[in-house]
């Protein structure tokens, strides 16, 4: 158990840090599209890695399988675009925040399809992070400045793709196995953002000095940490889970103030604590049906029963 509490821990850190890499390259002048193509595009090919060595009972053959692993990829592109987004019109400590409430969507989306019944106490909760969120964004200071519309609209939006992830990985999970469909999840990120990103930067990025930045990127933010974090919730209880993935948006906070110099005013930080206690005691004393991913049918392996 303990070991497994560390792979969490372990890839959430990986996604705090990929938030401050992402930031770093974006101050470089790179394209957050082009930034999500090759977060995205590295962790298939540890996915594929992955997969290669466990095959056994993929699901690959299943239908919606597929399906619902496409909609886990739109979720996963929508999540990574979106972040550096927010952080390229704002700060990583902001934009890392605002993802973080992806667990209030899970449950309005899951209000939406029945799946959870509404209490007072959860209204509550969805309430206080709103509240939150003003004083993080301090969109109640029009002379604030820092933080645009847009990227504080970004940063709600890759929250709302990442529980789109969830429920897609959700409803893949009894058609294969997880490293399959992070595969075809991982493929249609890569199709939408080659779409959608610059080409001319796709093509030249590897080339530049900045590579060693994208392939770091790639490996802490989608091919290493996604594994962790698929293994080591198999054996880690959803409450523990939901207080060690703190460490995500704590690590990207401190990134961003260390490394990348940028500042939180006093309501700044008093609206990011609310954020961060409110969602992870609402994960861990509610446990909605898609808090997290669900762990993979068919044994400790991580692969698929008939």
């Known amino acids: 158990m303990a070991g497994a509490t560390a792979l969490v821990m372990l890839a959430s850190l990986c996604w705090g840090l990929s938030g401050g890499i992402g930031g770093i390259l974006m101050a470089d002048g790179w394209d957050a599209f082009v930034v999500s193509f090759y977060r995205g595009a590295i962790g298939l090919v540890f996915v594929l890695g992955w997969l290669a060595i466990r095959p056994g009972n993929s699901g690959l053959a299943n239908r919606k399988l597929w399906f619902w692993s496409a909609i886990a990829g739109l979720g996963v592109a929508g ?33 939406a399809l029945k799946l959870e019944s509404p209490t007072p106490l959860k209204w509550a909760a969805i309430v206080m992070v709103m509240v939150g969120i003003v004083l993080l964004t ?40 997880p490293q399959a469909i992070l595969t075809i999840a991982f493929t249609a990120l890569v199709i939408i953002l080659g779409a959608f990103g610059d080409s001319s930067e796709i093509a030249i990025a590897l080339s530049t000095p900045d590579w060693p930045l994208f392939v770091t990127l790639g ?40 490394v990348l110099e940028e500042t939180l005013v006093a309501l700044q930080i008093v609206g990011m604590a609310l954020i961060l206690a409110t969602v992870t ?21 991580g692969e698929q029963a008939d």
């Open 138 to 177: 301090r969109i109640y200071d029009v002379n604030a400045g820092g933080v645009t519309a847009l990227g504080v609209g970004a940063g709600l939006l890759a929250g709302l793709s990442y529980a789109i992830f969830i429920f897609g990985f959700k409803y893949a999970a009894p058609h294969g196995t």
């Open 219 to 258: 490996i802490l933010g989608a091919g290493l940490s996604f594994i962790f974090y698929i293994i080591g919730l198999n054996h880690t209880a959803p409450a523990v889970a939901s207080i060690v993935a703190m460490v995500e948006p704590v690590t990207a906070s401190l990134f961003g103030v260390v």
């Open 281 to 301: 005691a609402l994960s861990v004393f509610s446990g909605p049906p898609a808090a997290a991913l669900p762990e993979p049918e068919g044994g400790e392996d």
């Open 79 to 111: 999540n990574f675009s979106f972040y550096f987004l927010s952080i390229s019109e704002g700060s990583v400590a902001v934009a890392a925040t605002l993802m973080y409430c992806a667990p209030v969507f899970v449950y309005l989306l899951s209000f």
